[in-house]
């Protein structure tokens, strides 16, 4: 069983900065791309932005500019630094890990989601 939990949510106002955490733990043999969506009210989940074990990123354009994902493989933990926060990114944000087990199945796995609310 492999286990997600993001850290870092909050309230916030226009043109602050959060810093989001997710660590995974468990029976982990080897973790391959990790990224970060979000679920606004009424609206589809959407990716915000992702990275492979080799640090390559990839983000929506809406936050291209603002926000910046990175991991630390040591750590088992992907962060998102979001700056210059506009009330529009307001949302629960899940992180993602695409994880081999040490019983060499491999699947996506999920966070339970931390809120971000930007808003004055």
């Known amino acids: 069983q492999v286990n997600l939990v993001e850290s870092g949510g909050g309230l916030v106002q226009p043109g602050g900065s959060l810093r989001l955490s997710c660590a995974a733990s468990?029976?982990?043999?080897?973790?391959?791309?990790m990224g970060w969506h979000r679920q606004a009210p009424g609206k589809q989940r959407e990716l915000v932005a992702t990275?492979?074990?080799?640090?390559?990123?990839n983000s929506a354009d809406s936050v291209k500019g603002r926000f910046t994902i990175s991991r630390d493989n040591a750590k088992n933990t992907v962060y998102l630094q979001m700056n210059n926060l506009k009330p529009e990114d307001t949302a629960v944000y899940y992180c993602?890990?695409?994880?081999?087990?040490?019983?060499?199945?491999?699947?996506?796995?999920w966070g339970q989601g931390t809120q971000v609310t930007v808003s004055s």
């Open positions: 990275i492979t074990s080799g640090d390559s990123t």
């Open positions: 993602s890990a695409n994880v081999m087990t040490r019983a060499f199945l491999r699947r996506d796995y």
């Open positions: 468990g029976s982990i043999l080897s973790i391959y791309d």
